[in-house]
Nanobody
Framework: QVQLVESGGGLVQPGGSLRLSCAAS????????MGWYRQAPGNQREWVTT???????YYADSVKGRFTISRDNAKNTVYLQMNSLKPEDTAVYYC????????WGQGTQVTVSS
């Protein structure tokens, strides 16, 4: 059974940075596509970024140039470096693994506020 555990969320001022981590259990991490999604109160969950098993990355326009996704297959971990944070980035951030099916983490809260 795959489990995903996110960490690194918190409260940060506008313009600040945070790095989220998502640690995966199991042995399939290296062959899986990993992604980050977010959901703000009252909104639907939205896609943020994806990294494929061979390292290709894709970003939503709203975060392009500010967020960076990366992965460490030796540690079964995917990261989301978030810079130049804005209040509209406030949301619960979820990690997703895709390999034959989707697996989701429990989410970590990111709040951008002064």
């Amino acid at each position: 059974q795959v489990q995903l555990v996110e960490s690194g969320g918190g409260l940060v001022q506008p313009g600040g940075s945070l790095r989220l981590s998502c640690a995966a259990s199991g042995s399939i991490f290296g062959t899986a596509t990993m992604g980050w999604y977010r959901q703000a109160p009252g909104n639907q969950r939205e896609w943020v970024t994806t990294i494929t098993s061979d390292g290709r990355t894709y970003y939503a326009d709203s975060v392009k140039g500010r967020f960076t996704i990366s992965r460490d297959n030796a540690k079964n971990t995917v990261y989301l470096q978030m810079n130049s944070l804005k209040p509209e980035d406030t949301a619960v951030y979820y990690c997703k693994m895709t390999l034959l099916r989707d697996y989701w983490g429990q989410g970590t809260q990111v709040t951008v506020s002064s």
